[in-house]
Structure formats: structure tokens, C-alpha cells
């Protein structure tokens, strides 16, 4: 009998593994595919590739989409300003939506029957990756055996022992979770609501006591250089990325509302995206309206409560972006930084678009725009409506 193409989301921790094994002995011919949102390096893909051979697999596709991921999502954060609960920069969230528009391309492209993920029942992912799937291909059967079979770590390690696969699955004591717009850190102290996660548990350490100045550049929205050296938008997030990680910059716990109803807490460190969101926003409120920077607040965290809930395709998403989009236009400039042991300072900007020009006033000083006349009319006229109300609700 014909084997059928299996699309299957693989990064070769145990339950895709199981997956890819179990999948491969029955009528499938499984694709394992990784998709590279910043979380891969060289040597890693390659162990990965191994193991999926060994697992069954009957080809091996690793997908790099770091460029996509910025086009399509990042650059849109970082216009937006966007912090989950005013926290999270949204680091898996974002990298899980575009792993699934670019693993069902793949599908789509040797005409796949299926697509199968390792999500368990109980988390976000698997509502991002169905609902992605669902919309770009309904003809494509999803299959989740983890979450449909209610497997256990145990279960599935029982199983590869049987299939003669006797790999070491213990359990991490720190899930981490890499990607270009940072990464997510989970453990025993995550699942409680008091405890924070010790500095042994983030990826990065402190090696750096000594302060150090930063500038970054930004044009129209989006960075270009660093310390007046220009680069490619991926490329600069990664070496910033490195620059400021030795002074343990960019830790926190998000505490949120998952999308199946129940509260979450995830640890993370972000320090590229912390620094050049606080940068970009402090660029903003010298360049921008005051009702631009109010509309664009309210419509930026909608997008990105949308786009960690997986409603990335809704077409609402495009018309949140083309107006970040257009805010963007006057927001260029350079941001001076000093960096600290776990901290960083915002100096400054200077920017052609600032809108701090002295000779319209000094905020506090002498007024050189308007005399006073002018100024007790304006205040008076501001004053009509509450007044005319508390007059005739006086009694009240």
C-alpha cells in the first residue's frame, strides 16, 4: 500500500520524537520539519537532522525563516511597542505563528494529506498551530497523538525503549524555549505564584560590572545601526543580543491569561528586544503626536493580545499593521543607552522629526509662543464644559 505525506512540526525534544516514530511505522511517509525562527544553530540542526533519521523519518527539512519572522511579525512589534501585560515581549507567541505558516507552505508544496504536531491538551501552542493549519489548509487532516492519546512523558519513553531507542529523556530542570525576539524559561518555580526562578536558570550570566554607553539608530521605526555601525534588521537584533546579555539584562517573569482560560507564568530573557522596544518607544514620544502615540497604544496592544491568541490570519491584523506602518514615518533617530548589571538607563535621543523645539517654549519657562492673554483664554474656554456641568449639579 501507497504511503501517505505527514507534514510533521519536529524539534526533536521526546514527544515529537515519539511522534516521528510512531507516525513512521504506520502508513505515513513522514517529512520531519524544523523551522529556524532564531532557536538553531549550525551544529544543533544537524544533531536534529540525525535523530530524526533515526527516529524514521523519511526526510528532513529545516526551514530558515529568521528573515520571514522579522518581515512578518518582529518589525511589528517593535512598532508597536508591544509587552504582553506590559512585560513580555511575546517571544514563543510570535515564533510559534510563523513556524506554522511556513510548515504549511511545506505541506501545501509536496502535497501533503497531513500534518501532525507534538502539543500536548493542556497549552497554547496547540491552539496556534490548529488554528493556522485549520485556515491555510482545511483539507490537510491534523493528527496530535500526545494530546489525543493523553500520553505521559513515561508512556512515551516506554514506548522508544520498545522500538529499541534507549535515549536519555530526563526531564531539564529549566524548559528554554530560544529565539530571535528572546527567550522563554520555565520550571518548578514558573508553576507557583510566589517563587522566583534563580540566576542558574536563565541561559546568560553576568560577566559585565562595568557600565558601557549604547546608541541605536533607528530609521522610519526600524533599527540600523548600532554604535553607528549599520547592519540588516536580524542581523543587528543578534548582535545586540550578545552586546548586552553579559550584564544579565532583559530577565523578568510574565504572569497572563493563556487562551484556554487559565493563568500562566513564564520566565524570560530578552535583552535585545527590551532594549530596542524602550528605545523605539522613547524615540516615539519625541517624534510622535499625542494622538498618535494614544491610538497607536490602544491598537498595538490589541495586536499583540491577537497575535499570542493565534488570530494572526483575522484580516484585522493587516489593517493594525499598515496603520503602525504608517506611524513610522517621522520615528527615526538615535537613542543613547548606558548598560548596568541587570539594568539600563535611557540618556536621550536626537532626531530631526523631535518635536522638543525651544523656540515654541520650554516646558515650566517663560512662554514664547503665545502671551498671557492668550494663555487665560485658552484655560478659560477649557474650563466651559466641567463648568457649565458642576453648575448645574451643584446641589449634587
Known amino acids: 500500500m501507497k504511503q501517505e505525506k505527514l507534514v510533521l512540526a519536529y524539534s526533536g525534544g521526546l514527544d515529537t520524537s515519539y511522534s516521528l516514530k510512531k507516525l513512521s511505522q504506520e502508513n505515513f511517509e513522514v517529512h520531519a520539519v524544523s523551522v529556524n525562527t532564531g532557536g538553531f544553530s549550525k551544529t544543533e540542526t544537524q544533531v536534529i537532522e540525525k535523530k530524526a533519521y533515526e527516529m524514521g523519518a523519511f526526510a528532513y527539512k529545516n526551514i530558515d525563516a529568521l528573515q520571514t519572522f522579522y518581515d512578518q511579525i518582529v518589525k511589528y512589534l517593535i512598532f508597536g511597542n508591544v509587552l504582553k501585560n506590559n512585560t513580555y515581549p511575546l517571544s514563543v507567541s510570535a515564533e510559534r505563528i510563523i ?147 553579559g550584564f544579565a539584562i532583559g530577565r523578568d517573569i510574565h504572569v497572563g491569561d493563556t487562551i484556554i482560560g487559565i493563568k500562566g507564568r513564564v520566565g524570560f530573557e530578552a535583552a535585545a528586544p527590551l532594549l530596542i522596544i524602550k528605545a523605539h518607544h522613547l524615540l516615539e514620544k519625541h517624534t510622535l503626536s499625542k494622538w498618535q502615540q494614544y491610538q497607536k497604544e490602544q491598537l498595538a496592544n490589541f495586536y499583540g493580545m491577537q497575535l499570542h491568541e493565534g488570530h494572526y490570519l483575522d484580516p484585522v491584523m493587516r489593517d493594525l499593521e499598515a496603520f503602525m506602518e504608517s506611524s513610522q514615518k517621522k520615528v527615526s533617530g538615535t537613542v543613547f543607552i548606558k548598560l548596568h548589571p541587570y539594568r539600563f538607563e535611557l540618556l536621550g535621543i536626537t532626531s530631526p522629526h523631535d518635536l522638543m523645539q525651544a523656540e515654541f517654549g520650554s516646558y515650566g519657562e517663560m512662554n514664547k509662543g503665545w502671551t498671557a492673554e492668550e494663555a487665560k483664554g485658552f484655560i478659560k474656554l477649557t474650563a466651559n464644559a466641567p463648568k457649565i456641568y458642576h453648575y448645574l449639579n451643584k446641589d449634587k
Open 99 to 245: 513556524q506554522a505558516v511556513e510548515i504549511v507552505h511545506y505541506a501545501k508544496s509536496i502535497n501533503a494529506n497531513y500534518i501532525a504536531h507534538g502539543s500536548t491538551g493542556a497549552g497554547n501552542d496547540q491552539v496556534r498551530f490548529d488554528m493556522i493549519f485549520q485556515i491555510l489548509a482545511p483539507e490537510i487532516e491534523i493528527i496530535t497523538l500526545i494530546r489525543d492519546q493523553q500520553l505521559s512523558r513515561e508512556d512515551e519513553i516506554e514506548y522508544l525503549k520498545s522500538q529499541g531507542i534507549d535515549v536519555p529523556w530526563e526531564k531539564a530542570k529549566y524548559s528554554i524555549n530560544q529565539g530571535l525576539w528572546g527567550t522563554s524559561v520555565g520550571g518548578a518555580e514558573t508553576l507557583t505564584s510566589n517563587k522566583p526562578l534563580p540566576d542558574s536558570a536563565y541561559p546568560s550570566s553576568l560577566t559585565k560590572k562595568e557600565p558601557e554607553n549604547l546608541e541605536l539608530e533607528f530609521k522610519s521605526g526600524e533599527l540600523v545601526s548600532i554604535n553607528q555601525k549599520s547592519g540588516k534588521s536580524v542581523e543587528l537584533i543578534q548582535k545586540l543580543q550578545e552586546l548586552a546579555k
